[in-house]
């Protein structure tokens, strides 16, 4: 069964960049047909997808987003990390990573708090 855990810090200061990295135990990230995705869930608000990194390290970011992100992968400790630049409050939420296959996600992280504040 696979395992997603996200990690990084709680904290950013506006304009700063948030890194946020998944590991990914019980499955590689490299099996085809997975897509490895970034969702966030602001304060009140619903489920925001960010992007994915594919099986064959593709990527696709939200429009919304694009500008200010991207998706990497290191094959060889089984991670995948997410950076959005620029960051402002409006970026405070929480953060999963996710697993989707046939566009339905059958594994999810626990989530991790982002606050972004001076």
């Known amino acids: 069964q696979v395992q997603l855990q996200e990690s990084g810090p709680g904290l950013v200061k506006p304009s700063q960049t948030l890194s946020l990295t998944c590991t990914v135990s019980g499955g590689s990230i490299t099996t085809n047909d997975y897509y490895w995705t970034w969702i966030r869930q602001p304060p009140g608000k619903g489920l925001e997808w960010i992007g994915y990194i594919a099986f064959g390290g593709s990527t696709y970011m939200s429009p919304s987003l694009k500008s200010r992100t991207s998706i990497s992968r290191d094959t060889s400790k089984n991670q995948f990390t997410l950076q959005l630049n620029s960051v402002t409050p409006e970026d405070t939420a929480v953060y999963y990573c996710?697993?989707?296959?046939?566009?339905?996600?059958?594994?999810w992280g626990q989530g991790t708090q982002v606050t972004v504040s001076s």
């Open positions: 996710a697993r989707e296959e046939g566009e339905r996600y059958d594994s």
